[in-house]
């Protein structure tokens, strides 16, 4: 049996350099991996270059649905609000300022100054005040951090999220995708002429092109930001064809070869990169050389099909979103009232105990549910 060769270098793939290669990339939310496609010094390559660009133009949907990865966690990352701030979204869904605030004014008494500090986090916070003692001696740090109550608040602006799919780092992360899934079929790399030119090839012609004339996905689950990879070859029409979909808004059509000559053939892989379920989707992939064409030419995105991919989905990211945020609060205000209750471990609730955890836990509350209906009211 003759030894697979790389997809992408040609180097005979031995146990010594074999890979496991994700169909779709991990940083989005992929899972399955195949062996016997491309070598590990490939695999790492690819990875830094292709993959890493994709899941970059990816993050913001990534943190927005809130994805679960196999291995680390989405990357925070920073956006402008509408009202011209910078905060740091974090995967968690809390969000931060983009780095500490400090600002002195004169008393209006003329003596001594107001010193205000916005800080990320505690230790932040007391870093800070110890320069400001370098500065004013007087500033007793103990009597300040004792008596500081950390506060949270809800940006009321909107974030701003720009979106910039393509460019052929991620365009080749694609491309790929679709390759391993051939070659996962049982289909060797070469027959895939396109695909593999390419991909090993800085000045070839990209094979790919956005397709939003119709849905593909005759199946498709209502709300779902899923990922798919699908590939067809038809031995009549001479087509091995590909089709890749982000988050249910970045849909690709793909020519992996226009002279196949192997037998017909159809293979998909589709996830829902919220929880890591697998689904079973129908791919619609009749086309013609000239409608591919097409694709990559651009003209097969009406006016408004972009935003209505996004549609479909953004319900579901908003109610991920909230059930993050409001299990992160519950959590923490859960945790703030039984440190501060009295209570020591292990020890019995008191009725001064009990008394206090109510109070504690709305302090916590309190931002979440006014934020909540101020939303409320908004929407109304």
Request: glycine fraction near 6%; charge should be negative; aromatic fraction near 10%.
């Given at each position: 049996?003759?030894?697979?060769?790389?997809?992408?270098?040609?180097?005979?793939?031995?146990?010594?350099?074999?890979?496991?290669?994700?169909l779709i990339p991990n940083a989005i939310g992929g899972r399955k991996k195949i062996k016997g496609f491309i070598c590990e010094s490939c695999n790492n390559s690819s990875g830094k270059d292709w993959d890493s660009e994709l899941a970059k133009?990816?993050?913001?949907?990534?943190?927005?649905?809130?994805?679960?990865?196999?291995?680390?966690?989405?990357?925070?990352?920073?956006?402008?609000?509408?009202g011209g701030?910078?905060?740091k979204l974090n995967v968690d869904g809390s969000m931060d300022i983009e780095k500490p605030i400090y600002n002195e004014t004169p008393m209006e008494s003329g003596v001594g100054v107001r010193i205000q500090i916005r800080a990320r986090s505690m230790p932040e916070a007391k870093r800070m005040l110890q320069g400001a003692q370098r500065k004013y001696p007087q500033i007793d740090l103990n009597n300040v951090l004792e008596n500081a109550i950390p506060q949270s608040s809800y940006c009321p602006d909107?974030?701003?999220?720009?979106?910039?799919?393509?460019?052929?780092?991620?365009?080749?992360?694609?491309?790929?995708?679709?390759?391993?899934?051939?070659?996962?079929?049982?289909?060797?790399?070469?027959?895939?002429?396109?695909?593999?030119?390419?991909l090993k090839n800085d000045e070839?012609?990209?094979?790919?092109?956005?397709?939003?004339?119709?849905?593909?996905?005759?199946?498709?689950?209502?709300?779902?930001?899923?990922?798919?990879?699908?590939?067809?070859?038809c031995s009549k029409t001479k087509q091995m064809i590909g089709y890749v979909e982000y988050f249910g808004v970045q849909r690709v059509i793909l020519c992996?070869?226009?002279?196949?000559?192997?037998?017909d053939i159809s293979d998909t892989?589709?996830?829902?990169?919220?929880?890591?379920?697998?689904?079973?989707?129908?791919?619609?992939?009749?086309?013609?050389?000239?409608?591919?064409?097409?694709?990559?030419?651009?003209?097969?995105?009406p006016q408004g099909s972009i935003e209505a991919a996004f549609d479909e989905v953004l319900p579901t990211g908003m109610k991920a979103s909230y059930e993050k945020e409001k299990n992160r609060v519950i959590n923490e205000a859960i945790k703030h009232a039984f440190g501060n209750c009295g209570a020591k471990e292990g020890e019995k609730l008191m009725l001064e105990h009990l008394n206090k955890l109510t109070g504690l836990i709305m302090e916590k509350l309190e931002p979440f549910i006014l934020h909540q209906f101020k939303q409320s009211r908004k929407q109304k």
């Open positions: 049996m003759t030894s697979p060769k790389c997809a992408l270098c040609d180097e005979t793939i031995t146990s010594q350099n074999d890979t496991k290669e994700h133009q990816l993050n913001p949907l990534s943190l927005f649905f809130g994805i679960s990865r196999e291995r680390g966690e989405v990357p925070s990352q920073l956006f402008e609000t509408t701030d910078n905060l909107m974030l701003h999220f720009n979106f910039s799919f393509g460019g052929h780092e991620a365009g080749r992360s694609i491309v790929k995708s679709a390759l391993a899934l051939a070659v996962s079929s049982g289909i060797p790399a070469e027959a895939c002429t396109e695909a593999t030119n390419y070839a012609e990209a094979c790919f092109g956005y397709f939003y004339e119709k849905d593909l996905i005759t199946n498709r689950p209502k709300g779902i930001p899923l990922h798919c990879v699908s590939i067809k070859g992996l070869s226009s002279t196949y000559e192997g037998p892989y589709a996830i829902n990169p919220i929880t890591g379920e697998e689904l079973t989707l129908l791919i619609d992939l009749n086309l013609s050389n000239h409608e591919i064409r097409e694709a990559y030419d651009y003209k097969k995105i």
